[in-house]
């Protein structure tokens, strides 16, 4: 089970910090990561983190976001910095085993998902 948490409404230009905490005691094998669904539109990748720590980024967040986890939290985080209002959208967070890495921006790598929190960045 995983619980996101962190979203609400910012200025442009501002910061938010998302955090997802899984429930589990192989939260460490797993590889993290976030999504984000802006109204009207498809779901698309955001970040993600392998257990080795590895990051990857969208290349519209990348030098804006930051993605880290702390294992024995069993939590990710996702530091977003000089927000626009085009990141506005519900963030999920979702967990992957076996992920592989030229696939690790594809959904269904991912097998499970939280329920999303909302970021609203007005401009």
């Known amino acids: 089970q995983l619980q996101a948490s962190g979203g609400g409404l910012v200025q442009a230009g501002g910061s938010l910090r998302l955090s997802c905490t899984a429930s589990?005691?192989?939260?460490?094998?797993?590889?993290m990561t976030w999504f984000r669904q802006a109204p009207g539109k498809e779901r698309e990748f955001v970040a993600a983190?392998?257990?080795?720590?590895?990051?990857h980024y969208a290349d519209s967040v990348k030098a804006r976001f930051s993605m880290s986890r702390d294992n024995a939290k069993n939590t990710v985080y996702l530091q977003m910095n000089s927000l626009k209002p085009e990141d506005t959208a519900l963030y999920y967070c979702?967990?992957?085993?076996?992920?592989?890495?030229?696939?690790?921006?594809?959904?269904?790598?991912?097998?499970?998902w939280g329920q999303g929190t909302l970021v609203t960045v007005s401009s």
């Open positions: 979702a967990a992957g085993r076996g992920v592989i890495l030229s696939e690790a921006r594809k959904q269904s790598q991912y097998q499970y």
């Open positions: 589990g005691r192989t939260f460490s094998t797993y590889t």
């Open positions: 983190i392998r257990n080795v720590g590895t990051q």
